[in-house]
């Protein structure tokens, strides 16, 4: 006779299960670097500081996917220690990610993706479209599961003094 968590096992072991996954990334701006934002340059802005492109929108979408499958997260995976990873653009990290991930879960389906950015500047809402369609191609997810939101922090705190900006990434998959 098989138990109700035989079954909740052999469905694990099998696949369909349906995962959410949620993630938070900053980085400080750097006045001689340039803006790199869900795999898009923004022109005309400070970047962001980092060992890679600093790409902060698309670190928490990494860490999103990765926390949906319980696998280690960007920090272990592309430590800030290792040459290889310095100056690449994220969207490298990304596809390498979902290499990894395709390969323990050859199911993989990603659902749909929620993306806030918190910043003073720049403003997000001309870029919304370009970054929907950047993390569409890049994900191959279509546009219309994809949404991208910008908000000011009120001026309050480290984000309200332009010292950096935030990124919260939550999204579902089915593996
Ligand atoms: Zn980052």
Do not use: Y
């Not at 109700?4 to 750097?30: E, I, P, W, Y």
């Not at 569409?136 to 003094?161: A, C, F, Q, Y």
């Amino acid at each position: 006779m098989t138990s109700k968590s035989d079954n909740a096992k052999q469905k694990m072991d099998t696949g369909g299960d349906c995962r959410v996954g949620f993630g938070f990334d900053s980085h400080r701006f750097s006045h001689d670097r340039k803006l790199h934002l869900c795999g898009l340059e923004i022109p005309d802005h400070p970047g962001l500081a980092g060992h890679s492109d600093a790409d902060c929108a698309l670190h928490a979408v990494i860490d999103a996917l990765l926390g949906a499958l319980a696998l280690p997260d960007i920090g272990e995976l592309f430590p800030s220690t290792d040459p290889k990873w310095k100056g690449v653009p994220s969207r490298l990290l990304v596809q390498t990610v979902l290499g990894l991930v395709l390969q323990r879960f050859p199911d993989f389906e990603l659902v749909n993706l929620d993306l806030t950015l918190i910043t003073e500047s720049p403003r997000i809402a001309p870029h919304k479209e370009a970054m929907i369609a950047s993390l569409s191609e890049l994900l191959g997810v279509p546009r219309e599961r994809i949404s991208v939101k910008g908000k000011t922090n009120e001026g309050m705190g480290w984000i309200g003094k332009k010292e950096g900006m935030a990124a919260l990434c939550a999204l579902s998959a089915r593996i």
